[in-house]
């Protein structure tokens, strides 16, 4: 197992003889990612299934999966681990909480110790995507960090395109009683090889001087700093954009078409090829047009897709054509993103980006309680709330800049800054 802490130099560059290495285990770290979103992503499609084998009504898994969300807020100061102790490390636990939480899930079926394991499950996540994030971070030059990114970041989609239809394949095939624990067995054994993977193929990269003080101490100093500040809040805009939209696009379908099992699945569908193209397109686009340009065009391609929902909705085609722009420009606006947070402070790179992910979620909370609100004064007043929140991150994002030349603190990784 290697343990080895190697600390990233930001003026490196990884050489070709180091390529194929870092292929080996940006392909790992890939495949760990799509076990980690197919377990998050399993529970929405098959509610009912999960809800008669816990034998609880929806309302009570709801609370379940939304206090799993809140759990997004940790985030920040888990991923302090990871830049004290190295990336690998947090890697590591957060898969073996992941690991732990499935079995005991499969073990001691009930409801009580599956919302406790929903919830030791998402603290497994929290840790271990930041500190990957910033594991790329440290090992790939910026020129070149939107590509492998978004390579990683083609998970989420492939979760709900293969992950998901694996599990229900799967579950369609034990017994109606048992249908729901099937998931879990699955997700330990393929956890379990992962974290082999890791251990074996993953070097332990942290940032070059330790952070230091407590985990509240350093993101209150990085709350301080500009360009981390304006990109929390631009992170916060996007997702409440997105979500004033998602959270009622079913509704909104179902009431203007009377045709929601149709309409839904069509929408699923749309929204799963969406989030690979925007994925994908981030993947190849993000590092040859540049980050803010690329993000620029994912949010003017958002506020596109508004108009083409309101203006060209009067048939199901042109109300899914809306809606595929539209998680297209989010999904691609937010891979692109990635690159620019990871290295706005390179010195705290895995809590810079822990916060952005909680930022997201944030956001996601905010649009979820405006959406409904909205929707009753009319699905106009949603699209419109959308734009204004897009505008606002187009607002913000000027004020994110990735650390320069000359910022030396940055440069060398010196968080004398942020424990002052």
Same mark, same amino acid.
């Given at each position: 197992?290697?343990?080895?802490?190697?600390?990233?130099?930001?003026?490196?560059?990884?050489?070709?003889?180091?390529?194929?290495?870092?292929?080996?285990?940006?392909?790992?770290?890939?495949?760990?990612?799509?076990?980690?979103?197919?377990?998050?992503?399993?529970?929405?499609?098959?509610?009912?299934?999960?809800?008669?084998?816990?034998?609880?009504?929806?309302?009570?898994?709801?609370?379940?999966?939304?206090?799993?969300?809140?759990?997004?807020?940790?985030?920040?100061?888990?991923?302090?681990?990871?830049?004290?102790?190295?990336?690998?490390?947090?890697?590591?636990?957060?898969?073996?909480?992941?690991?732990?939480?499935?079995?005991?899930?499969?073990?001691?079926?009930?409801?009580?110790?599956?919302?406790?394991?929903?919830?030791?499950?998402?603290?497994?996540?929290?840790?271990?995507?930041?500190?990957?994030? $910033?594991?790329?971070? %440290? *090992?790939?030059?910026? #020129?070149?960090?939107?590509? !492998?990114?978004? =390579? +990683?970041?083609?998970?989420?989609?492939?979760?709900?395109?293969?992950?998901?239809?694996?599990?229900?394949?799967?579950?369609?095939?034990?017994?109606?009683?048992?249908?729901?624990?099937?998931?879990?067995?699955?997700?330990?054994?393929?956890?379990?090889?992962?974290?082999?993977?890791?251990?074996?193929?993953?070097?332990?990269?942290?940032?070059?001087?330790?952070?230091?003080?407590?985990?509240?101490?350093?993101?209150?100093?990085?709350?301080?700093?500009?360009?981390?500040?304006?990109?929390?809040?631009?992170?916060?805009?996007?997702?409440?954009?997105?979500?004033v939209v998602n959270l009622v696009f079913g509704v909104w379908l179902e009431d203007r078409f009377a045709l929601k099992l149709a309409a839904l699945g069509?929408?699923?569908?749309?929204?799963?090829?969406?989030?690979?193209?925007?994925?994908?397109?981030? $993947?190849?686009?993000? %590092? *040859?047009?540049?980050? #803010?340009?690329?993000?620029? !065009?994912?949010? =003017? +391609?958002?506020?596109?897709?508004?108009?083409?929902?309101?203006?060209?909705?009067?048939?199901?085609?042109?109300?899914?054509?809306?809606?595929?722009?539209?998680?297209?420009?989010?999904?691609?606006?937010?891979?692109?993103?990635?690159?620019?947070?990871?290295?706005?402070?390179?010195?705290?790179?895995?809590?810079?980006?822990?916060?952005?992910?909680?930022?997201?979620?944030?956001?996601?909370?905010?649009?979820?309680?405006?959406?409904?609100?909205?929707?009753?004064?009319?699905?106009?007043?949603?699209?419109?709330?959308?734009?204004?929140?897009?505008?606002?991150?187009?607002?913000?994002?000027?004020?994110?800049?990735?650390?320069?030349?000359?910022?030396?603190?940055?440069?060398?990784?010196?968080?004398?800054?942020?424990?002052?």
């Amino acid at each position: 197992m290697d343990l080895r802490t190697t600390p990233p130099n930001p003026q490196r560059r990884v050489t070709f003889s180091e390529s194929q290495n870092l292929t080996e285990q940006v392909t790992i770290l890939t495949i760990t990612r799509v076990v980690l979103h197919t377990l998050y992503r399993t529970i929405y499609p098959f509610l009912s299934v999960f809800s008669r084998g816990l034998g609880v009504d929806l309302a009570q898994l709801s609370i379940a999966l939304t206090a799993r969300s809140m759990m997004g807020f940790l985030g920040p100061f888990l991923a302090t681990i990871a830049d004290r102790y190295g990336r690998k490390i947090s890697m590591m636990l957060g898969l073996g909480l992941v690991v732990i939480a499935s079995l005991t899930i499969w073990l001691f079926p009930s409801f009580p110790v599956f919302f406790g394991g929903m919830m030791l499950a998402m603290l497994g996540n929290l840790m271990f995507i930041p500190a990957m994030q $910033a594991f790329i971070g %440290d *090992r790939v030059a910026y #020129e070149k960090r939107g590509r !492998i990114l978004g =390579i +990683t970041e083609l998970s989420w989609a492939a979760a709900f395109i293969a992950g998901i239809p694996f599990m229900g394949w799967l579950m369609a095939r034990a017994n109606p009683d048992k249908a729901w624990l099937v998931p879990f067995p699955v997700i330990a054994i393929a956890g379990t090889l992962c974290l082999i993977l890791i251990a074996w193929r993953v070097p332990n990269n942290r940032s070059q001087i330790p952070a230091q003080g407590t985990g509240i101490g350093t993101i209150l100093k990085l709350l301080a700093i500009t360009p981390v500040l304006a990109g929390l809040g631009f992170a916060i805009s996007v997702s409440a954009a997105n979500e004033v939209v998602n959270l009622v696009f079913g509704v909104w379908l179902e009431d203007r078409f009377a045709l929601k099992l149709a309409a839904l699945g069509a929408a699923s569908a749309v929204i799963g090829i969406s989030e690979l193209g925007g994925e994908g397109l981030s $993947a190849l686009l993000s %590092d *040859r047009l540049g980050k #803010e340009v690329a993000i620029t !065009i994912g949010l =003017i +391609t958002s506020v596109f897709a508004t108009f083409i929902l309101y203006f060209f909705s009067g048939t199901v085609a042109g109300a899914l054509t809306g809606l595929f722009f539209f998680y297209l420009g989010f999904e691609f606006t937010l891979v692109s993103s990635l690159p620019l947070m990871s290295e706005v402070y390179p010195a705290a790179r895995a809590t810079v980006m822990a916060l952005t992910i909680a930022s997201f979620s944030l956001g996601r909370a905010l649009g979820a309680m405006l959406a409904p609100w909205l929707y009753n004064l009319g699905f106009l007043f949603n699209l419109i709330a959308a734009i204004v929140l897009v505008f606002c991150g187009y607002l913000l994002l000027q004020k994110i800049h990735p650390a320069g030349k000359d910022d030396q603190a940055a440069r060398n990784g010196d968080m004398s800054s942020l424990v002052a």
